[in-house]
Every structure is written in structure tokens, then in C-alpha cells.
């Protein structure tokens, strides 16, 4: 029950556009439930692209790795598609290095 209401705070913060408040609440959540990282990491990415700013790109992006390395069958492949977006927006339109410089050091974090 605790994980569920910890999850609805989450989700009514991303949803209220109290973005930052929603990073801190699926950061908790993550931390409750190891099953809730990818979830967690995914909207955490999309709060942080919300917020904006170069900082912001690169937190999401880091969390969007995250949710993606981590093989939810619901969660991964979106949070996939989506730091890719996010990486080849930035590095005009190529995927040289993502591997690198993205998924490798998300793999290392999600151990």
C-alpha cells in the first residue's frame, strides 16, 4: 500500500506540472521499490526536459539511460526512443558515441 500511495504523490506531482516535486517523489519511489526504477527513471526524464535547460538535457538524459537499461517490459523501450531523441536533437541527428557516452555509464548506475 505504501509503494501505491508513494506512486499516486508521484504521479499527481508530474501531473500537477510541479515538476520538480515529482523528480524528488519518484526518487523516493525508486528507492522503495527496486520494480519502480524504470518507471521512476522514465518520468523523472520527462520532468527534467519540463524544467529545460542545458543541465536539465543532461539529467534527462542520464534518467531516460537509466529506465532504459534496466529491461521493464513496459518502461524500457519508450525510455529508449526517447534518450535517443533527446541525444540526437543535441548532437545534430547522429548516434555516434551514445553508447559511450550514454548507456555505458547507465548500465555502470543500474547495477
Known amino acids: 500500500m505504501e ?7 508521484a504521479s499527481a506531482e508530474f501531473e500537477g ?11 523516493a519511489l525508486a528507492g522503495m521499490d527496486r520494480g519502480q526504477r524504470a518507471i521512476s527513471n522514465l518520468f523523472m ?7 529545460g535547460g542545458p543541465d536539465q538535457i543532461n539529467q534527462a538524459m542520464a534518467r531516460c539511460a537509466d529506465a532504459a537499461v534496466l529491461n521493464d517490459v513496459t518502461y ?9 531523441q533527446i541525444y540526437t536533437t543535441n548532437t545534430g ?19
Open 17 to 27: 506540472g510541479r515538476f520538480q516535486n515529482a523528480i524528488s517523489e519518484y526518487r
Open 76 to 84: 524500457s523501450g519508450p525510455a529508449r526512443a526517447l534518450v535517443e
Open 93 to 111: 541527428g547522429t548516434l555516434e558515441g551514445f553508447d559511450d557516452n550514454v548507456m555505458a555509464p547507465a548500465r555502470a548506475r543500474m547495477r
Open 3 to 9: 509503494i501505491e500511495f508513494q506512486r499516486s504523490v
Open 45 to 51: 526524464c520527462r520532468s527534467h526536459l519540463e524544467i
